[in-house]
């Protein structure tokens, strides 16, 4: 239960962290300013978490592994699995980091893709990392498709874009996210995880589909056609068992604790996972060391 809890924290956090767009932004290749320190390990480190603004990248308790899921993202705009990520180091699970990373204050925002080039610049740097991409075919892969009755997303009322945050606000269980966010939250119940998955103002690739590919045990390819931002919540028991890989996945009996994964978005959502095989990016690690302290 305990680990299934972290991987459940570790997916909330990083939903987090994905960045929206402003009006103008300064070209950069790197930060003014940049700390790494080991995290202290026990409880009191708190979650590992990844958060950016236009200015500032910062990182609390992260593995290796979840600042790789940030700086790099396949075509198709999903969140990297762990199988997507090939060679990396036994110590990229378990060696944790506190990352302070900025621009001056005087100086332009910069976009998402570039505050995430600016941090595969600092992996490069202090990490000595190089990696590059592979493209791996005839994968296992579920393609995301609206199902037969239609969708049941909520397109949102204001679908401007929502302002970039600097840090995740307090999470209010009753209330759904702020713009632009999704979460997870986990709540146990005898024995069981329900989880509830919510966004507000997220479109459906990336936001929802790195949020259902962190449960669906493969990758989710966004085949929807589903254009702007959506308003949506999702409820499931997590320890509901997968679908089989060979078949589609069916909607289950009905669960006094809760629907399954794979029932819960068909119902709730109204859209569908249909097994398929596919072409898939993967991230090579050809070699990496760990950061002298700074």
Not at 96 to 117: G, H, T
Not at 161 to 182: E, I, M
Not at 277 to 291: C, M, N
Request: net charge neutral; charged share 20%.
């Amino acid at each position: 239960m305990i680990r299934m809890l972290s991987r459940v924290i570790l997916i909330g956090c990083m939903t987090m962290f994905l960045l929206t767009s402003q009006p103008s932004f300064a070209q950069r290749d790197t930060f003014d300013v940049a700390s790494i320190k080991p995290s202290q390990p026990g409880p009191a480190a708190g979650p590992p978490r990844v958060a950016a603004d236009g200015r500032r990248f910062t990182a609390s308790n992260a593995t290796f592994r979840l600042l790789l899921q940030f700086a790099y993202r396949p075509g198709d705009g999903r969140s990297l699995r762990n199988a997507d990520m090939v060679g990396a180091p036994e110590w990229s699970d378990v060696d944790r980091f506190n990352i302070e990373a900025k621009l001056d204050d005087a100086a332009l925002p910069v976009s998402s893709e570039q505050m995430q080039s600016m941090v595969q610049n600092l992996l490069s740097n202090r990490f000595q990392l190089k990696a590059r991409w592979e493209k791996r075919d005839n994968v296992d892969v579920y393609n995301l498709v609206v199902s037969k009755d239609g969708s049941k997303l909520k397109q949102s009322e204001d679908q401007t874009t929502p302002p970039v945050t600097p840090a995740p606000a307090p999470v209010n269980p009753s209330a759904p996210p702020p713009r632009g966010q999704t979460r997870t939250i986990a709540t146990p119940a005898g024995g069981i995880l329900l989880l509830t998955l919510s966004g507000s103002a997220t479109p459906v690739s990336p936001d929802l589909v790195s949020l259902l590919q962190g449960f669906a045990r493969r990758p989710v390819i966004d085949k929807t056609g589903l254009t702007g931002l959506f308003d949506f919540r999702l409820q499931f028991v997590l320890d509901s068992p997968a679908a089989p890989a060979a078949a589609a996945p069916a909607p289950a009996a009905a669960d006094p604790f809760g629907p399954s994964f794979f029932s819960a978005i068909q119902e709730q959502l109204g859209l569908r996972l249909e097994p398929a095989k596919g072409i898939v990016d993967v991230l090579v690690i050809e070699s990496v060391q760990k950061p002298s302290e700074n």
